[in-house]
């Protein structure tokens, strides 16, 4: 094959969508607790978020109805240091707050590995690919037919989906439509 050049937002979205394929499958097949099949979903989403994050970052897409938008991992950061100061507790900086919410991405990807790693492999592909989802819908403002299903699947443990979209499996209406 000839030297090419590739999009950013292309890779992202092949990246996302095979992790995609893996975790419905997986989920949806008799090894659902099994968490090999989850260690490519981790890696691709996150890979996927990524590069998602980085172009949301630097893109127009960041201003949105007179606000800047904030890419998944932001929003989860500033929801969690806002939590921690409603709880009067002096709860993690934001740095803490990334370097746990990247564990298993990180862990999973760099070498030398630094001793056995405890992570719940199911979780922290769901919560990868919430985050990558997230920012593919910011940047686009659709969602493919994985990224619907993956969301009807979570709707009923996420308030904040359940709210911005009754319809998801329909299609009708995305992760942001509502709030």
């Known amino acids: 094959m000839a030297r090419q050049t590739h999009d950013a937002r292309r890779i992202a979205l092949v990246q996302l969508e095979a992790a995609l394929q893996l975790y419905l499958d997986r989920v949806e097949g008799p090894d659902q607790d099994d968490a090999d099949g989850y260690y490519p979903v981790i890696t691709l989403a996150g890979a996927a978020e990524e590069i998602l994050a980085g172009v949301l970052d630097s893109s127009m897409a960041r201003v949105r109805e007179g606000r800047r938008e904030k890419n998944a991992l932001e929003d989860l950061t500033r929801t969690a240091i806002a939590v921690g100061e409603r709880l009067d507790d002096d709860g993690l900086s934001k740095e803490e707050?990334?370097?746990?919410?990247?564990?298993?991405?990180?862990?999973?990807?760099?070498?030398?590995?630094?001793?056995?790693?405890?992570?719940?492999?199911?979780?922290?592909?769901?919560?990868?690919?919430?985050?990558?989802?997230?920012?593919?819908?910011?940047?686009?403002?659709?969602?493919?037919?994985?990224?619907?299903?993956?969301?009807?699947?979570?709707?009923?443990?996420?308030?904040?989906?359940?709210?911005?979209?009754?319809?998801?499996?329909?299609?009708?209406?995305?992760?942001?439509?509502?709030?």
């Open 97 to 179: 707050i990334v370097a746990r919410a990247n564990y298993a991405r990180n862990r999973l990807k760099h070498w030398p590995p630094r001793g056995p790693m405890t992570f719940d492999a199911k979780e922290e592909a769901t919560d990868l690919l919430d985050r990558a989802v997230e920012n593919y819908y910011k940047l686009t403002s659709d969602l493919t037919d994985p990224m619907r299903r993956f969301q009807a699947m979570h709707v009923e443990d996420n308030v904040q989906m359940r709210k911005a979209g009754r319809n998801l499996a329909g299609g009708q209406r995305g992760l942001r439509d509502s709030t």
